[in-house]
């Protein structure tokens, strides 16, 4: 015969078997302790030939992550001075290409006068042929 349950009462405190994931436990009662206490023991307990050769496993996996972490870095530090490199490349070359910009525009506008002095040289030169044969002839 079950006993009489009230609906404010909590039902695990009625049952005989309690259910693993109802039961009430305290910082005693944590896992973490014990597994803890274990891989201690292990250790403590282990030969010392064993705790070697783990200790070297750790050092080998804390070099090699060092390591790579080293080449990370490394490689980030390479990347970040190619790009302030490019563009300070970049920079210069726009830099340059005002300049000969400037240059190109001034030389064409030299062109241009040259092309005017020109036209103004050959009008004198024929002037200068018509009064030498209005002079030859009188």
Sequence with gaps: MRPFLSPLTPRWRHTDSLPSVLTPFGPSDSPLPKLRRSL????????PDSQARFGQSVKGLLTEKVNTCGTDVIALTKQVLKGSRSSELLGQAARNMVLQEDAILHSEDSL???????????????????????????
């Design 112 to 138: 241009r006068k040259m092309a005017i002095i020109t036209t103004h040289l050959q009008y004198q030169q024929e002037a200068i042929q018509k009064n030498l044969l209005t002079y030859r002839t009188s």
């Design 40 to 47: 201690v023991e292990v250790m403590a307990t282990g030969t």
